[in-house]
């Protein structure tokens, strides 16, 4: 079945430094992505998503690549803040079908 | 906008009773709902697919007679967990699509059920 997969379970950045989050994902037919956030006992919280017909997509402080070659996907957090520290799912969708599959999630830890 | 809670935040209860999770879709109105299961350290599991008005659809390997699901109205979905054992101790999280939101699945808060 499908898979989305991360290359990194944890993760600590400086304060102020730049994160990248990496995301691997296996359904060539997915078209959509998000990426969430979520914090200690708290739901999942809708950071940037990015369809397939685009490469890039940049918010506030958070820009998402798509790479649909390779079937990868990041996140990348500018200026890393101590707030920024959470767990972080990529989650894939395909037009076709209503499941949203979660990565593994990733652990940021920002050091101050 | 798209503001998802649940209630309760935390429950804790007796192995054999039956306990009910709400969500409601706060300001609009959500035809679908999805329910999700996450273990500590682990990602999100979807468990049902909540359809307003009509029955749930459930993923594989999930018990539809021992997580019961209702969706009455637009803004409001429920999970109930039928005699409870400890290894129903979850975080349950639902989650629902916004009109004019495109595919964003908003999450709320989540529920921590622990039974004795």
């Known amino acids: 079945g499908e898979s989305v997969g991360l290359h990194l379970p944890t993760l600590s950045v400086q304060e102020g430094d730049n994160s990248i989050i990496n995301c691997a994902y296996s359904n060539s037919a997915s078209d959509y992505f998000i990426w969430y956030k979520q914090e200690s006992g708290k739901g999942p919280q809708f950071i940037i998503d990015i369809r397939s017909n685009m490469d890039k997509r940049q918010g506030q402080r958070v820009t998402v690549l798509l790479n649909k070659t390779v079937k990868h996907l990041s996140l990348q957090i500018a200026a890393t803040q101590p707030g920024d520290s959470a767990v972080y799912f990529c989650?894939?969708?395909?037009?076709?079908?209503?499941?949203?599959?979660f990565g593994t999630g990733t652990s940021l830890t920002v050091i101050p | 906008g798209a503001v998802v809670s649940q209630h309760p935040s935390r429950v804790i209860c007796k192995s054999g009773t039956s306990v009910k999770i709400e969500c409601r879709s706060l300001d609009f109105q959500a035809t679908t709902m999805f329910w999700y299961r996450q273990f500590p350290k682990k990602s999100l599991m979807l468990m049902a697919t909540s359809n307003e008005g009509s029955k749930a659809t459930y993923e594989q390997g999930v018990e539809k007679d021992k997580f019961l699901i209702n969706h009455a109205s637009l803004t409001l979905s429920t999970l109930t967990v039928t005699s409870a054992h400890p290894e129903d101790s979850s975080f349950y999280i639902c989650s629902a699509t916004s009109p004019g939101a495109g595919r964003v699945r908003f999450f709320g808060p989540g529920t921590r059920l622990t039974v004795l």
């Open positions: 989650a894939e969708n395909s037009n076709t079908g209503n499941q949203f599959y």
